[in-house]
Structures are given as C-alpha cells and as structure tokens.
C-alpha cells in the first residue's frame, strides 16, 4: 500500500468519514480516493476545483492573509470538508475532500482530527 494510500485510509478511521478524496486543483480530477465514494464525486470535484480558483482570482495576489485555506459546507446529514494542500501557485495544487456523516461523527472533533492528518497526505 502507497503512502498516500495509507495517509487517505487514517483520515477514513476518524469517526463518521464515509469517504475521501485527492483532487487537482489544475484539472478538477480526483487523484485518489478511498472509502464509500459517491457517485457524484467527479463532478463534485471539478466544482470544487473551479471555486477554489475562482476564490484565488478574486483574493489577488496583494491580499493580506495568504490564500484560502479550507471549504466547509453543512448539510443535515453531512459534513463535507475540503481543505487546501500544497498550493504553491494560484489555480495549482491539491485539495483533500472528506464527505463525514453527521450522525455518526462531532463535526468540531471530525475537523480537527482531520486537519491534523492532512499534511501527512503529501508526505
């Protein structure tokens, strides 16, 4: 098993993650993916690669405060998380999309935990 294999599958053992996902922000292709991936996650990958760059365009390169870092969006039953990773450039990178369920998970806790086992994802 990859490194990166290993990395998506420690993010997959914080309760209530149904799923994850490695994405090209250039591209909007998911990279990798592990877990219970829905059928929907190519296009919801393109989408979320256009908003990120989209975010980008907009900040300019004079903003303080660096880039965007992390997209959370709530549902009823889900929380889908998508945090920046290694984006060097604008509109280049990689973004790390969980899709957690709220009923099983602590939205709060699911989100530290799986800041916290981000960066070993391009380790």
Same mark, same amino acid.
Request: net charge neutral.
């Given at each position: 098993?990859?490194?990166? %294999?290993?990395?998506?599958? *420690?993010?997959? !053992?914080?309760?209530?993650?149904?799923?994850?996902?490695?994405?090209?922000?250039?591209?909007?292709?998911?990279? *990798?993916? =592990?877990?219970?991936?829905?059928?929907?996650?190519? =296009?919801? =990958?393109?989408?979320?690669?256009?908003?990120?760059? !989209?975010?980008?365009? #907009?900040?300019?390169?004079?903003?303080?405060?660096?880039?965007?870092?992390?997209?959370?969006?709530?549902?009823?039953?889900?929380?889908?998380?998508?945090?920046?990773? %290694?984006? *060097?450039?604008?509109?280049?990178?990689?973004?790390?999309?969980?899709?957690? %369920?709220?009923? *099983?998970?602590?939205?709060?806790?699911?989100?530290?935990?799986?800041?916290?086992?981000?960066?070993?994802?391009? #380790?």
């Amino acid at each position: 098993m990859s490194s990166l %294999d290993e990395s998506l599958h *420690r993010i997959l !053992a914080v309760d209530g993650v149904r799923s994850a996902a490695l994405i090209d922000l250039a591209t909007g292709m998911v990279v *990798r993916s =592990a877990g219970a991936e829905p059928a929907t996650l190519p =296009a919801a =990958a393109a989408s979320l690669a256009q908003e990120v760059r !989209a975010a980008d365009l #907009a900040q300019g390169p004079l903003r303080p405060g660096g880039g965007l870092d992390e997209i959370t969006l709530f549902t009823t039953g889900r929380l889908q998380l998508t945090k920046v990773l %290694d984006s *060097r450039r604008p509109g280049e990178g990689l973004l790390l999309f969980v899709d957690v %369920d709220r009923a *099983r998970a602590n939205p709060a806790l699911a989100t530290l935990r799986i800041g916290q086992a981000a960066p070993a994802v391009l #380790a």
